[in-house]
């Protein structure tokens, strides 16, 4: 039961942050959606509100960090998974009425000037975001530097598009950043194609000639 | 005297909305960075808070827009525009220690799902930089589509590297996001080259084979 309590907590104020962001977002609010006695909160939470949140910020990273690990595993190439994680980013803003975005985004913005441990913490969720999709760039048999550049690219490109789609309404943003997104991983890998320029080991020499 | 401190309530509202966000400021707060009697706010803004918020919003969207307008105006071509648009949100960055990137980003995360006359304006910001992103990639010879779609690839791509850049603090995701978005003009741009495939009226014909 109390894990039960402690996790709705959790999940109340994940989904509150995430639509209306950290500062809109009270205590009574959060318990209330949780249908937990207000108690509970400061019993599983006895710093309030910022320990609550930096949990909040942990496993929300995380679990949304999963759920793109799971379009990409789910995906027949990497170039197929860049476009599944917009088409489903953009499939769930419509069906959420624009409000499910980024899990984190609103409140890293709030929190980047004004509140140092809850910035930290939004750090180590993309910085663990990017460490997934530099593997997974990488794996493809991009060079590391290489794999991390698109591993940027392509989650400044979903976090911009969630800004611009939740603003207008519309999921264009999400298209047209997914479409970029994955020109950009193209042309790196058809890179290494031509040029041979990955962290692989050379492949064998071709018969000398003459 | 009566514009002095209105603009003062409009420039210290922005500055507190696009470091904190919408929500954590209050109006005490704005009149006393204003340097304001609290009075002036609302003989200024009778509707209080919000309808300052939206003035806020559409002037600052203006005068960030003016000013990505002047980059690419003194830029010697388009291609180095969009880097010099990324290198200055850079250094504007790391001069204001992470805390001045977007003026609209904040609260347009915050208010997408929960304040519908807000979203609206921030909507109306974007809708703006996009016909002027679109307009001058048109003016540098692409077709109407593609250059809306480059448009939106830029302003997400800087939109998203500025949530990464301040959360993590590191210019990174903007070096590499601005390069991104370059590499995708360029890629535009070579492709009329290649193929014609310009809004233009085409090149006269070549001298007929034969």
Chains 1, 2 share one sequence.
Not at 9 to 31: E, P
Not at 156 to 168: K, P, T
């Amino acid at each position: 039961m109390r894990t039960n309590t402690k996790e709705r907590i959790v999940d109340s104020s994940a989904t509150l942050f995430r639509r209306q962001g950290y500062t809109a977002t009270g205590v009574k609010q959060i318990v209330a959606e949780a249908e937990a006695p207000f108690s509970s909160l400061y019993h599983f939470f006895p710093e309030g509100k910022d320990q609550l949140a930096a949990e909040v910020i942990r496993s929300s990273g995380l679990f949304f960090g999963e759920l793109v690990e799971a379009v990409f595993d789910a995906a027949p190439d990497v170039l197929t998974g860049v476009l599944d994680c917009f088409a489903g980013a953009a499939e769930t803003l419509r069906q959420t009425n624009y409000a499910d975005a980024c899990p984190i985004a609103t409140v890293a913005l709030e929190v980047a000037s004004t509140n140092e441990p809850l910035r930290l913490a939004t750090a180590e969720v993309f910085e663990g975001w990017l460490r997934s999709g530099t593997e997974r760039f990488a794996r493809a048999g991009l060079p590391e530097t290489r794999a991390r550049e698109l591993a940027i690219g392509m989650i400044a490109a979903l976090e911009g598009a969630f800004v611009l789609s939740r603003a207008m309404r519309t999921t264009e943003p999400l298209e047209v950043a997914g479409a970029h997104a994955a020109a950009a991983v193209k042309a790196a890998l058809s890179n290494i194609e031509v040029t041979g320029s990955s962290d692989e080991p050379p492949a064998p020499a071709r018969a000398p000639r003459g």
